[in-house]
């Protein structure tokens, strides 16, 4: 079972040196990959994430067999926190007819399900929070992620910040009305207290990936001239509203976590100067975390994919904001993960398509960490007989 313990502090077991801006930190040199992390009231067994993975296999939003199996056999695996894919606030807000959803209540049961099971094997559950904006209405990727144009096709209108299309061709979205903005800001509360009866444990924001909430941060998707575009305070006031707002929904022992892109990879875009100002606030406002990736606003970004390439803004998040972060993208080797965290560059490693290739990854990190692997109960008898 995962240990929730109901007093508040936020502090980590072992916090590194490299956070010293942190007023929650203590310093333990000894903090590695497998250091237990404690944010609020929830410990985490390790510093290692499943990262939200779409798995496109819902149907009208539904959790069903395949989406536990895929998220319970991570948690048998040796994770510490299990982040269920990009679960949309509202049907519109779904990227394709696939996605899991969270607008209404029939849908908590079956993710509830999934949390047990990720719970019963002493995995944290999580679950990321979503709404794709002018991204959304997409066919499934494996069949090439065309934009769905009409409800003929199986497709629904987009909304965004501003009446732009991501791509040339692609559905032109309707911008947000302030009444609308209301609307949406309600629909992440509800969605949140539905995650919470389904005993989810962290929740975690998506402003990343030129989805809804990233496309009211970037000047490239956001060009209104109200309150909500233009200066940086007005671009990042609706991703702070929802913060704010989830942040008064959900309970003081548990962590809220909001994931970015830390660069829109453009001249003229969202910049890593900007999202260690939002940090700094979402911080202030009593976000715990800071899952840091990168770009997705624009085709036209030039992204220099290379191992680890994210992970510099992570760092310079943890430092100049002073909060936790979550390094993420081509991190797949257990030795350059527990560097990452000996380092101080981040508090937790969030690794995604690794976790396709081997869903027991924890455990192996565990083996090439010295550390005797923590098998599931059925497993570890066996397995380590046969060993000798
Ligand atoms: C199949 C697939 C689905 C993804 N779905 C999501 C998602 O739901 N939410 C999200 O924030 N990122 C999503 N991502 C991005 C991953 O969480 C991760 O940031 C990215 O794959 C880089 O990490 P990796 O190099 O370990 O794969 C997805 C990635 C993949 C491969």
Redesign the pocket.
């Known amino acids: 079972m995962t240990t929730v313990n109901l007093n508040p502090p936020s502090h980590d077991v072992g916090a590194h040196a490299g956070c010293a801006t942190s007023s929650h930190d203590r310093e333990f040199p000894d903090v590695d990959l497998l250091s237990p992390l404690t944010l609020r009231g929830v410990t985490f067994r390790n510093r290692i994430v499943m990262?939200?993975?779409?798995?496109y296999s819902a149907t009208d939003g539904f959790a069903n067999d395949f989406h536990l199996v895929h998220l319970g056999s991570r948690a048998m695996g040796g994770v510490s926190l299990v982040m269920v894919?990009?679960t949309a606030i509202t049907a519109q807000g779904r990227i394709s007819p696939g996605d899991m959803g969270i607008w209404k209540d029939e849908q908590i049961e079956p993710l509830a399900r999934i949390a047990r099971f990720v719970e019963s094997q002493g995995a944290v559950p999580g679950i990321?929070l979503?709404h794709a904006g002018r991204k959304g209405s997409c066919a499934e990727?494996w069949t090439g992620g065309d934009s769905l144009k009409t409800a003929q096709e199986g497709g629904w209108p987009v909304i965004g910040p501003s009446a732009i299309p991501f791509e040339e061709g692609d559905p032109v979205p309707t911008a947000l009305d302030e009444a609308g903005i209301e609307e949406i800001i309600n629909a992440w509360e509800a969605a949140a207290k539905r995650a919470l009866q389904a005993g989810f444990k962290v929740i975690e924001i998506?402003s990343?990936?030129g989805y809804l909430l990233h496309e009211f941060l970037s000047p490239i998707s956001n060009q209104r001239t109200d309150q909500y575009g233009g200066s940086l305070e007005n671009r990042m006031r609706l991703l702070l509203r929802v913060a704010e707002r989830l942040r008064a929904t959900i309970p003081e022992q548990l962590p809220l976590f909001v994931?970015i892109s830390a660069t829109d990879w453009v001249e003229g875009g969202w910049d890593i100067e900007q999202s260690i100002v939002l940090s700094r606030r979402l911080k202030a406002l009593g976000v715990d975390l800071i899952?840091v990736?990168s770009a997705g606003t624009t085709p036209d970004a030039k992204i220099p994919v290379a191992k680890g390439y994210q992970v510099p803004f992570a760092q310079r998040i943890r430092e100049e904001a002073g909060i936790r972060t979550g390094a993420?993208?081509?991190?797949?080797e257990v030795l350059h993960a527990d560097e990452i965290i000996t380092t101080g560059q981040a508090s937790m490693v969030?690794?995604?398509?690794?976790?396709?290739r081997e869903p027991y990854w924890a455990l192996k990190a565990e083996a090439v960490l010295g550390q005797e692997a923590t098998w599931p109960l059925q497993y570890g008898y066996v397995v380590q007989r046969r060993r000798k």
Request: proline letters at 7%; glycine letters at 4%.
């Open positions: 990262a939200p993975m779409c798995m894919e990009a990321q979503a990727p998506h990343a990936h994931r899952d990736s993420v993208g081509l991190i797949t969030f690794l995604a398509r690794e976790f396709l």
